[in-house]
């Protein structure tokens, strides 16, 4: 088993314990139910966006603790005066240790950038929950999900007016998903290994039509890399760690932004 099944089949067990405990028609009267959510598509195309979907994450399988000691509010405001595109935060808590509380807390003070709910969905309960919880986005991972199961999550997150970043990490993955007008991440890291490699991803992104929105994702440390996907058609650029792995992940946020050109 690779890390991927392991996580999916881990998930798929907590969720069907989830489901027991919290009833969908509760979720449906949660605060977010009540709010409209912001757009990713328009964040990271509107004119002077810095593309950059700045995230939360305090562990991984492959890098352990990244960071541990900051708070998901001061990390998220310091992004925000980072003039970030969007936020993404991880909610998966047995592998990345974050909890669905970190979106709440987030949610409360921000309006205004969109936040991705950062897991691995395998159930539509869990894009209720996204909603419930006030996320904007939600992620779709074509790795573990079926053809029939990219099209009717995605269906289920648009109907509540949910954005979805879907990703794939390989051109069987793409061809899983019906590319018009989609936001397409693509994940420099294979979930399988963890090998990370840019140039696979290059590659990868000629592959995708001109109406998708392409987003790189993982392993991005060097605001000169930035330059170079842009180059390549990317409009997005989702970075964890190298913003997590400092004492203060805001204002790391902040100097590698001022520094892209
Ligand atoms: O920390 P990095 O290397 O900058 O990567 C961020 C993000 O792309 C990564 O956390 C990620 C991309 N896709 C995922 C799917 C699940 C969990 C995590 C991820």
């Known amino acids: ?3 991927l099944d392991k996580i999916i089949a ?4 907590e969720i069907t314990q989830l489901k027991r405990e919290v009833l969908v028609e509760k979720l449906v009267k949660s605060p977010g139910f009540n709010r409209t959510p912001i757009s ?3 964040s990271l195309t509107v004119n002077g966006s810095t593309g950059i979907i700045a995230e939360f994450k305090r562990q991984s399988p492959s890098k352990g603790i990244i960071n541990d000691k900051v708070s998901v509010v001061d990390v998220t405001q310091g992004y925000l005066d980072a003039n970030v595109a ?3 935060i991880l909610t998966d808590t047995h592998f990345f240790g974050g909890t669905i509380l970190d979106v709440i807390q987030a949610r409360a003070v921000n309006d205004i950038t ?3 709910r950062k897991d691995f969905i395998v159930d539509g309960f869990q894009i209720v929950e996204a909603k419930a919880i006030g996320a904007d986005v939600i992620l779709l991972i074509a790795a573990c999900l079926t053809k029939e199961e990219l099209k009717n999550y995605g269906k289920l997150a648009e109907d509540l007016g949910l954005d979805v ?7 069987e993955e793409l061809d899983k998903i019906d590319l018009d007008h989609k936001i397409i991440g693509i994940n420099n890291r294979n979930l399988k290994t963890f090998e990370v490699d840019l140039e696979h991803s290059i590659e990868l992104a000629s592959q995708i039509p001109s109406s998708c929105i392409k ?4 392993g991005i440390s060097d605001p000169r890399i930035i330059t170079g996907l842009k180059e390549y058609g990317f409009q997005g650029f989702l970075i964890g760690e190298n913003f997590m792995k400092t ?4 204002y790391a946020c902040q100097e590698f932004i001022s520094q892209i050109r």
Not at 165 to 171: A, C, I, P, R
Not at 247 to 250: A, K, Q, R
């Open 165 to 171: 970043l879907y990703e794939v990490h390989s051109k």
């Open 10 to 13: 881990h998930k798929k067990k």
């Open 114 to 116: 969109p936040i991705l």
């Open 1 to 3: 088993m690779n890390v």
């Open 40 to 42: 990713l598509k328009k």
């Open 86 to 88: 969007a936020q993404s």
């Open 247 to 250: 004492e203060d992940p805001g």
């Open 215 to 218: 987003v790189s994702e993982s």
